[in-house]
């Protein structure tokens, strides 16, 4: 069992920039790769970014792209999502996910097997 621990949401003015950090319980080994995804109220779960912790490759979702950048630290076991030049329609629930080992990175919630709480990020325009 891996468990993840998301910090870093809060409300940010439009333009602005946040950081969000996912802490993983377990040694990296565990996982594949990590993944930031949000769902705002009425809508389905988004895909944001994911990142592998063998090698660092990443990927994102157009929507995000050259606004949002994901990093890792295997030694702190931690992801971070840094989001700058933010929109109100970027005001969401946040979360991150990780892969059980010896998958290909996944863009969908379904390919994830844990999941932090979430962390709230609203953005006023």
């Known amino acids: 069992q891996v468990q993840l621990v998301e910090s870093g949401g809060g409300l940010v003015q439009a333009g602005g920039s946040l950081r969000l950090s996912c802490a993983a319980s377990?040694?990296?080994?565990?996982?594949?790769?990590m993944g930031w995804f949000r769902q705002a109220p009425g809508k389905e779960r988004e895909f944001l970014a994911a990142i592998s912790w063998s090698y660092g490759n990443t990927y994102y979702a157009h929507s995000v792209k050259g606004r949002f950048t994901i990093s890792r630290d295997n030694a702190k076991n931690t992801v971070y999502l840094q989001m700058n030049s933010l929109k109100p329609e970027d005001t969401a629930v946040y979360y991150c996910?990780?892969?059980?080992?010896?998958?290909?990175?996944?863009?969908?919630?379904?390919?994830?097997?844990?999941w932090g709480q979430g962390t709230q990020v609203t953005v006023s325009s």
């Open positions: 377990r040694r990296t080994f565990s996982t594949s790769a």
């Open positions: 996910a990780a892969q059980a080992p010896a998958q290909a990175m996944g863009v969908r919630p379904n390919e994830y097997d844990y």
